[in-house]
Nanobody, 128 residues
């Protein structure tokens, strides 16, 4: 069992930055691929970013590519999402997730069903 706890959400201005953190329990953090998803009011949960177990491979949704950066520190059992050049349309609840399996097709990483464990979410609000 893996427990995930997100933090770092809050209010930002259009063009501003926020850094989300997701702390995990247990000693097996490095065995999990990690992802970030978000869900805006009235919309389905959508993929944001994914990082491999070692941190050497990352993958982003087109909507955040070039503005967001996912990273991880396996010594601290933590994954991060640095969000720059924020836009009002980035407003959502952001969730981190852990996946134990490996899928060579990048399309699998965009699906919420690929991930085994989820955090409770942290609200990000971007004002215009």
């Amino acid at each position: 069992q893996v427990q995930l706890v997100e933090s770092g959400g809050g209010l930002a201005q259009d063009g501003g930055s926020l850094r989300l953190s997701c702390a995990t329990s247990g000693r097996t953090f490095s065995m999990y691929h990690m992802g970030w998803f978000r869900q805006a009011p009235g919309k389905e949960r959508e993929f944001v970013a994914r990082i491999s177990r070692s941190g050497g491979v990352t993958f982003y949704a087109d909507s955040v590519k070039g503005r967001f950066t996912i990273s991880r520190d396996n010594a601290k059992n933590t994954v991060y999402l640095q969000m720059n050049s924020l836009k009002p349309e980035d407003t959502a609840v952001y969730y981190c997730a852990a996946a134990s399996g490996y899928y060579p097709d990048s399309g699998y990483w965009t699906r919420s069903t690929t991930y085994d464990y989820w955090g409770q979410g942290t609200q990000v609000t971007v004002s215009s």
